[in-house]
C-alpha cells in the first residue's frame, strides 16, 4: 500500500489568509492524486485531481499542484465555509489510501 | 441531481452481519464503478472496496477481505455493501462513492453520500 503523509495535521487561520497543506507519496504516483473536503454530517467533496485540475462548481480559490511524490493544495483566499477537514487521496493503485487530514480551524 | 445516499447503518453486536444500501438518483449506477469508503471515530478515510459497473470487478482492502461483500441491484439503481462476522473495529461512517467516468475505473471519487454509521458494540 502507498502511505500518504499529509501535512499539517491541523492548521489555524483567518478568513481572507493563504494556507498551503502537502501531501507526500511513499512512492511516485504521476499525478494521481486527489483532495478531498469534509464537513461533519456532509458527503464528503472532490475538490481537486491529477494534481491541479478543479472539479466543476469548486471556487477558483482552491488550486493544486505538485508531481511526482509531493503535492499541495492551497486556498487563495478563506471563506468562511472553507474550515473544514481536507484530505489527500491517491489512486495510482489499489487500495486507495489517504492522508491522514488536516483540519483547518478559525484563528 | 446526481446523488447517493446510504443507508443501512445500525448499532451490532460482534461477530454479527449487517447490510448496507447505496441508492443513485440523477444517473444509472449500472454505468459506473462504486467504491465504499469509511471514516473511524476521530479517524482518517479507509478505502474499503469497489465494485465494476458490470459487477465482473470486485476488490476488497485486506481489512474487510473474506468478510464483506459486493453486490448491486440495477433495477433498483442500488448497491448493496454485505458485511459478515463484524468487529469492534468495523466501527465507522460507511461512505459510498461513484467512480468519475463511466465504465472505467478512474480512480477520482464523486460524488459522494453522506455516510451512514456502523456501531459494533457488545
Known amino acids: 500500500d502507498i502511505h500518504m503523509t499529509q501535512s499539517p495535521s491541523s492548521l489555524s487561520a483567518s478568513v481572507g489568509d493563504r494556507v498551503t497543506i502537502t501531501c507526500r507519496a511513499g512512492q511516485d504516483i504521476t499525478n494521481a492524486v486527489a483532495w478531498l473536503q469534509l464537513k461533519p454530517g456532509k458527503a464528503p467533496k472532490l475538490l481537486i485531481y491529477a494534481p491541479s485540475t478543479i472539479q466543476s462548481g469548486v471556487p477558483s480559490r482552491f488550486s493544486g499542484s505538485g508531481s511526482g511524490t509531493d503535492y499541495t493544495l492551497t486556498i487563495s483566499s478563506l471563506q468562511p465555509e472553507d474550515f473544514a477537514t481536507y484530505y489527500c487521496q491517491e489512486f495510482y493503485t489499489i487500495p486507495y489510501t489517504f492522508g491522514q487530514g488536516t483540519k483547518l480551524e478559525i484563528k | 441531481q446526481v446523488e447517493l445516499v446510504e443507508s443501512g447503518g445500525d448499532v451490532v453486536q460482534p461477530g454479527r452481519s449487517l447490510r448496507l444500501s447505496c441508492a443513485a438518483s440523477g444517473f444509472r449506477l449500472s454505468d459506473f464503478v462504486i467504491h465504499w469508503v469509511r471514516q473511524a471515530p476521530g479517524g482518517g478515510l479507509e478505502w474499503v472496496a469497489l465494485i465494476s459497473y458490470d459487477e465482473a470487478d470486485k476488490r476488497y482492502a485486506d481489512s474487510v477481505k473474506g468478510r464483506f461483500s459486493l453486490s448491486r441491484d440495477n433495477s433498483k439503481n442500488t448497491v448493496f455493501l454485505h458485511m459478515d462476522n463484524l468487529r469492534l473495529e468495523d466501527t465507522s461512517i460507511y461512505y459510498c462513492?461513484?467512480?468519475?467516468?463511466?465504465?472505467?475505473?478512474?480512480?477520482?471519487?464523486?460524488?459522494w453520500g453522506p455516510g451512514t454509521l456502523v456501531t459494533v458494540s457488545s
Open positions: 462513492a461513484r467512480d468519475s467516468d463511466p465504465g472505467m475505473l478512474r480512480g477520482r471519487l464523486d460524488p
